[in-house]
């Protein structure tokens, strides 16, 4: 079985509703391998830890942040190599199954610009009141820290239960993740994935809405509607919508 057809969207998303998600050795690896964690990474959406230097950086409107803008840039930003590794396990094979992911409606992306210039942003899964976050990337100091706030914040606002960050590292651990055993994760998964047909469907009531924020955003400094992108404004309002809780 070929990894195109092993990463096609209805396994997908059975695959995380199970706890599982697919991997691979390198970014040239024809093949994908499924992994399920003994202990995994959480970051409790009331948890999320606010450093005072992040809010500032919030504040003042540094980066220009976009929902859903370059869903396969973000992916690809994160398949580049880092100081600290060489090589990647998104793979074109997998890079090509989340944009499909994308298109359904089951896979977001927050970009984070300077200038115009993609400088940060992250990638994940969305299922019913579950968000499956897969990777994040900076080209510059706290890009990937404010793609994170915002995800958070639009995830307490669309009614999600569940952040997963698959593996704890000591970046995410400082902005409140926390590891916990496989069958605490799979209640907190089946809690917030309860609803979720098997054709993909998820009942309305049941889902989050990643959305939501957009209709709370206040305007930006222009005047105009903050719905996608958000600047100095919505930067304050998120870091006091964070501040609230953290």
Known sequence: MTAGSLLHPDILLRAYCAGIFPMAESRDDPDVYWVEPKRRGVLPLDGFHLARSLARTLRRG????????DFAGV???????????????ISEDIIAAYVQLYRLGHAHSVECRIDGQLVGGLYGVSIAR???GESMFSRVPDASK???AYLVARLRA??????????ITPHLASMGAIEISRSSYMSLLGAATSGFGARGAAASAASGDFFALDAVL???????AATTVSGPTSGHFIAQLLGQTS
């Not at 540094?62 to 803008?69: A, G, M, N, P």
């Not at 669309?158 to 593996?167: A, N, R, V």
């Not at 206040?218 to 105009?224: F, R, V, Y």
Request: aromatic share 14%.
């Open 62 to 69: 540094r980066f220009t942040v976009t929902i859903d803008e």
């Open 75 to 89: 992916m690809r930003a994160c398949a580049e190599p880092q100081p600290d590794r060489e090589d990647s396990w």
């Open 218 to 224: 206040p305007p930006d400094t222009d005047g105009a």
């Open 146 to 148: 404010v793609a994170l």
């Open 158 to 167: 669309g009614g999600y239960h569940l952040l997963d960050c698959q593996f």
């Open 130 to 132: 579950a968000f499956f």
